[in-house]
């Protein structure tokens, strides 16, 4: 699998341009799904805020101009025969992972079996955002579990670096630099912080920083 690990979505053309290279063809001829899972366990979010995202309102995923968008909801897959939703994600040419909780997204992927068939999708591309790109990591950091907090903070470790999303973000006055840093000081690791105008792409066990922004990699 490849994936491209945003804070907020495709929102410029540098990381426009890496999502095409990864999908090896145009938006506009690839078919995705879209997974909201993620916001059912952060309690910021909303069916509102997933409707938003669904349609989106809320620009960088599914506004993008796909051949065709599809829902998948990863809670509902256990009652869903696996013959059913296996051929959807097969055929689809992106999975586009919104933001959320992430260790709720983690829990969900296991428990539909998705995470298990990740190594089966060599040639798909995971979009991520936010928790969609934090649950792809070895740990989040206490600092960013809502669902079950004093939890586990142990998330897929499909790679081998954290992420600290939404640098200096307008507002936010916890997602500073300097946060960030005191964050990376209880992960176990390598770790990037990495603002709205970034990604990070892997391909092949390869990670490349895409940014119109601000980064900073951290714990090198």
């Not at 059912?40 to 995923?61: E, F, H, I, K």
Request: glycine share 10%; net charge negative; hydrophobic share 45%.
């Amino acid at each position: 699998m490849k994936l491209l690990l945003t804070s907020g979505g495709v929102t410029n053309d540098s990381i426009r341009a890496a999502l095409t290279d990864m999908l090896g063809k145009d938006i506009e001829e690839s078919d995705a799904l879209f997974i909201p899972t993620a916001q059912w366990g952060q309690p910021a979010c909303s069916p509102q805020s997933v409707w938003r995202s669904t349609t989106g309102r809320w620009p960088g995923l599914t506004d993008l101009g796909w051949k065709s968008v599809g829902v998948l909801e990863l809670t509902a897959l256990p009652s869903i025969p696996p013959e059913r939703w296996v051929s959807w994600v097969r055929a689809a040419d992106a999975l586009l992972v919104d933001g959320g909780e992430a260790i709720f997204l983690a829990h969900w992927m296991r428990e539909s079996g998705l995470a298990e068939f990740l190594p089966d999708l060599t040639d798909t591309v995971w979009v991520g955002v936010s928790a969609g790109s934090m649950v792809m990591t070895p740990r989040i950091g206490a600092e960013f579990v809502d669902w079950e907090p004093g939890g586990t903070d142990e998330a897929l470790g499909v790679v081998d670096f954290s992420i600290f999303p939404h640098l200096d973000y307008p507002g936010w006055e916890t997602n500073t630099l300097e946060r960030a840093r005191q964050w990376a000081r209880s992960i176990p690791g390598p770790a990037y912080a990495i603002d709205e105008q970034t990604a990070i792409a892997v391909v092949d066990g390869a990670v490349t920083v895409v940014s119109e922004g601000h980064w900073e990699a951290l714990n090198p």
